[in-house]
């Protein structure tokens, strides 16, 4: 009696064990899933910034050639020093998209794995 007794008390224990396992895998996941969801709002926001500097950008350097056919040297170069400025911040933040697009594939591997197990 005492050996059923024990029996059932481990297959009761691993069950449990199973059980818990398997749900915090699942939370895990859960997390891992936000964690990329707000990687990839981010690189939107991100890549909307980038645009909106692009566009200043394209907007400075036509200002430029403006400026440099009317023979104002002085707001030309101000224009061009503008023009290098918003392709810098393009750049920085297309390159913060890109970071965060990897930070959101790599939570979904990590959300993945966690499913696996």
């Known amino acids: 009696m005492k050996k059923i007794l024990l ?6 224990t691993s069950v449990s064990a ?9 939370e895990l996941a ?4 936000r964690e990329a969801k707000y990687y990839q709002q981010k ?5 909307k910034d980038a645009n909106y500097y692009l566009s ?4 400075y350097q036509k200002e430029s050639v403006y400026y440099t056919r009317k023979g104002d040297a002085d707001r030309a170069k101000t224009r061009t020093k503008y023009y290098e400025d918003a392709m810098d911040k393009y750049k920085l933040r297309i390159r913060y998209a890109e970071k965060a697009e990897d930070k959101a594939a790599l939570y979904h591997r990590k959300a993945s794995g966690a499913l696996r197990k």
């Open 43 to 47: 690189a939107v926001d991100y890549r």
């Open 18 to 26: 199973s059980y818990a396992q398997s749900s915090y895998n699942l």
């Open 30 to 33: 859960e997390k891992y899933t």
């Open 56 to 59: 200043k950008a394209k907007e």
């Open 7 to 12: 029996l059932i008390c481990v297959i009761v």
